[in-house]
């Protein structure tokens, strides 16, 4: 216990005095951080319902995919019975283990080995699911009309015969024991390494083999059965993650679209199930447990106050959840929360998916509440556009402003032109990239998502991308006098990444609203030049906080001025939800969206820009809907909810301004006949000196120089730039001691 207080103290010693040093930091953060920290939900007995619906819909679709898979084994150990030459030459069964327990075993006698490995003894049945390995091998899986084989070493693979008319970019497997290292067996334990050395060994003394268990077995069929092979040749089953990672489940839900494809193909029926049966209860499967385990607490338990504040005559119970956020959970501030910040929008083929729309406003209450537009996107723009100090002023400025999905001018529509994809591909693609993501993630991505593409074109395509949008690297390096000695040119977003890097390597990083710190561990006096992805990763996203926690404070001062009786919801990153009395929902969605210009102006005016464009100072629309969902139109059906959901409404701008235009509440517009707003309107603000400096713009100090350099297309014409600039001096001493200097271009 000594050891402990010790060890509090300790810590507690090195907190305060970093606390003292930034005491004096920004309110609004910390304010909006408390107003993150109040987060709850509402919902009704339609939850109980929500999952036990979930759960019967999972148990049923996964029943139904395990006895077909226990009857196909049953089949194969009757066809084992009957034929067992053929069982030797099968491609899929060869790789079972058929040998048979010895007489006195009293654990299913006569069946084979595999057989018995997946009998579970407590419930005196067979038990294969999609995950088991001898799932794919039952199915008589094929990659491209090969079969599919397993190896210890790289996975699912597909045997392809030598005399085959085949061609791939992929890399051939490797099983020869001069080829095998260690790193090739890293993911094997110990005592399977061990086995390997001890068979090898005991095969060069002669000695009478032992019978091996099943993972030394696997481990030496890649020596025997897949190095003996002299007539076929073995490639691994690509895997979303890249070339280097093994495929352990073809039966994932990612490769269902490759299956409807005709690439991954069976001869059962059952392979194509058990696809859709992964894909469809994938969600149920990764959150039921946090689902299940969330805390949900009715108006009638014992210990509440009654109706809890709200209507009594709702027709359902009113239940309340709390969600178990941090508020500041990772190094960027984002909040963290396990469940409701991952929920997933509902779609009709998962299982679950609808757990949103179950949290339903109670009766006399709306959920107000808007995504914002392309938050990151657009304050990563503005960072560029600060450079030259009005709005647009960059390529990837003017296309957050006025690029048009229709047309094609929009960034998402160029990446996916540049890259022939599709263009809800190529926001990842985007938002990557913004984050710091490099051409290594982006030839990786390419690939995932067209596994028949090889990786020169993937390479090329990739540089094409970085070329056209962040440019290239200039560096100086002494080739030059130059007063820039790293910087980004020639793309659409070379501005942006300079500004970002700017930002990111100085002395005190600081997010240009708030003025929000970075992690002392990420100076640039502790890493040096590392880890420039996660720093340049924190400017874009921690501005994205700072936008959250204006807008909550913004609208949280709205709220209170204008009486408007409602509170914060809950909010995922770019997205807000209130809930409001029925009758201010207009009202609420009015000061929604002042909030918004607001948030946005103060953004601009951080940034040296003075003036907001029309095109970004509102929300695009915000809701106000009666349940928690993505959009206020949608049906929210899925295979376990076939439930009606009323449409909410969604409301531009305009929309809204015809059904309100004043967030004076109607009584008191009533008493002063709409005319003064005196009362409402006569704050004076009186700011120290602390305050006033962290209202300091934060402009970008570089000449014109800089900004015509940036823009250049080729490293010749950057060179020759600033070579005219600034010339490199050089000077020699005579022999009469006198120095003789001289300008060099």
Request: include cysteine; hydrophobic fraction near 35%.
């Amino acid at each position: 216990t000594m050891a402990l207080h010790i060890a509090v103290n300790g810590l507690c010693g090195q907190q305060r005095p970093t606390w003292v040093r930034y005491k004096k930091a920004e309110e609004n953060g910390d304010v909006g951080m408390l107003e993150m920290g109040n987060m709850f939900l509402t919902t009704s007995k339609d939850w109980d319902d929500y999952v036990q619906n979930a759960e019967k819909v999972y148990l049923t679709k996964r029943d139904a995919v395990e006895k077909s898979l226990q009857q196909l084994a049953d089949d194969a150990v009757e066809l084992g019975k009957k034929d067992p030459e053929f069982i030797k030459t099968d491609p899929w069964l060869s790789q079972l283990d058929w040998s048979l327990p010895s007489s006195r075993s009293k654990k299913l006698p006569g069946y084979p080995n595999w057989y018995r490995d997946n009998y579970c003894n407590k419930k005196c049945k067979l038990k294969i699911t999609p995950k088991s390995r001898i799932a794919p091998l039952l199915l008589r899986l094929k990659w491209q009309d090969f079969p599919l084989y397993y190896s210890r070493n790289y996975g699912w693979t597909y045997r392809v015969p030598r005399d085959a008319d085949y061609q791939t970019t992929a890399e051939e497997c490797k099983f020869s024991r001069d080829d095998l290292s260690e790193t090739e067996i890293k993911d094997s334990s110990n005592e399977d390494v061990e086995n390997i050395h001890k068979n090898a060994n005991e095969k060069k003394k002669g000695s009478p083999k032992k019978k091996s268990n099943t993972k030394s077995k696997l481990l030496k069929d890649d020596f025997e059965l897949f190095a003996n092979d002299q007539s076929g040749k073995y490639y691994r089953v690509p895997h979303k993650d890249g070339l280097e990672a093994k495929c352990l489940l073809p039966l994932a839900k990612h490769y269902i679209a490759l299956f409807e494809k005709g690439v991954l193909t069976s001869e059962h029926k059952v392979a194509k199930d058990a696809l859709t049966m992964n894909a469809n209860c994938s969600y149920w499967i990764s959150s039921r447990e946090r689902i299940r385990k969330q805390m949900v607490i009715y108006e009638d338990h014992p210990n509440i106050m009654k109706n809890m504040g709200f209507e009594s005559d709702n027709e359902k119970k009113v239940g309340m959840i709390l969600p178990q956020t941090v508020t500041m959970g990772t190094i960027t501030r984002r909040a963290v929360e396990n469940t409701w910040m991952t929920a997933s929008n509902a779609k009709k083929d998962r299982i679950g998916s609808e757990l949103k729309a179950i949290i339903q406003a109670p009766k006399g209450y709306k959920i107000i509440g808007a995504d914002v537009d392309s938050e990151e996107l657009w304050i990563a723009s503005l960072i560029g556009d600060s450079q030259f100090g009005f709005h647009g002023s960059t390529a990837m400025g003017w296309m957050t402003l006025q690029g048009n999905k229709a047309a094609g001018t929009d960034q998402h529509s160029r990446t996916a032109n540049i890259l022939k994809i599709s263009r809800s591909d190529a926001k990842v693609f985007n938002y990557g990239r913004i984050y710091g993501a490099g051409l290594k993630f982006a030839i990786q991505l390419l690939k995932q998502f067209n596994e028949t593409m090889g990786d020169s074109q993937a390479k090329e395509r990739a540089n094409d991308l970085y070329n056209h949008t962040k440019g290239k690297k200039f560096y100086a390096r002494g080739k030059i006098k130059s007063p820039y000695e790293l910087f980004w040119y020639g793309g659409s977003e070379s501005y942006m990444f300079n500004r970002l890097e700017e930002i990111a390597t100085d002395e005190n990083p600081q997010t240009p609203a708030l003025r929000c710190g970075i992690t002392e561990a990420l100076k640039g006096n502790i890493v040096h030049n590392h880890y420039m992805t996660s720093r340049v990763n924190w400017v874009v996203q921690s501005s994205g906080v700072d936008y959250l926690h204006l807008l909550l404070v913004s609208m949280q001062y709205l709220m209170e001025k204008y009486k408007i009786e409602g509170r914060f919801m809950l909010s995922v990153h770019d997205e807000v939800r209130f809930l409001v009395k029925e009758t201010d929902s207009y009202r609420a969605a009015l000061a929604l969206q002042i909030s918004n210009f607001w948030t946005r102006a103060m953004f601009s005016y951080m940034l040296g820009i003075n003036d907001l464009p029309m095109s970004v100072a509102f929300f695009s629309a915000v809701d106000i809907d009666h349940v928690l969902r993505k959009e206020a139109d949608s049906s929210c059906r899925t295979i376990s909810y076939d439930t009606e959901i009323e449409d909410g409404e969604s409301l531009t701008i305009h929309e809204l301004l015809k059904h309100k235009s004043s967030l004076i509440p109607p009584d008191e517009n009533d008493r002063n006949n709409g005319d003064d707003y005196s009362e409402f309107h006569n704050d004076k603000v009186n700011y120290n000196e602390n305050e006033l400096l962290l209202l300091n713009p934060c402009k970008a100090a570089k000449d014109k120089e800089y900004l015509t350099i940036q823009g250049l297309s080729s490293e010749e014409e950057v060179e020759n730039l600033i070579s005219k600039n600034h010339p490199r001096i050089s000077s020699f001493k005579l022999k009469n001691g006198q120095q003789l200097n001289f300008r060099t271009m």
